[in-house]
């Protein structure tokens, strides 16, 4: 099983980006994906989570109204839509999902927003 980040990058203050995790060897059609970062000196945070049926969504309020997740199962893709960018989200920002009790975890892109 694997999970596997691209997409992030150097951005100016209010830029965007979109970060994109595919999931491969996973197997079930009912699954929560999540997005994690973690900055420097900081423990690893939860930004956005999506389930693969429902749709449901959640946030965490730092990015509420900035930040869209959503999924595109036929690729078996979660992307992170991340607009009005600000200095604080800069971090390495990690794909997650938990499997048959076990969390997987992408390798990790660095989102950079500076001037």
């Given amino acids: 099983v694997q999970l596997v980040e691209s997409g992030g990058g150097l951005v100016q203050p209010g830029g965007s980006l979109r ?12 699954w929560i994906m999540s997005w ?4 420097p000196g ?14 449901w969504t ?5 990015v509420k109204g900035r930040f869209t ?7 078996n893709t979660v992307y992170l ?8 989200d800069t971090a390495v920002y990690y794909c997650h999902r938990l499997f048959r009790g076990t969390n997987y975890w992408g390798q990790g ?7």
């Fill in 19 to 30: 970060l994109s995790c595919a999931a491969s060897g996973f197997t079930g059609n009912t």
């Fill in 69 to 75: 997740i959503s999924r595109d199962n036929t690729k």
């Fill in 42 to 55: 900081k423990e690893r945070e939860l930004v956005a989570s999506i389930n693969s049926v429902s749709g």
């Fill in 109 to 115: 892109t660095q989102v950079t927003v500076s001037s």
């Fill in 81 to 88: 839509q991340m607009n009005s960018l600000k200095p604080e």
């Fill in 58 to 62: 959640n946030y965490q309020d730092s």
């Fill in 36 to 39: 994690f970062r973690q900055a």
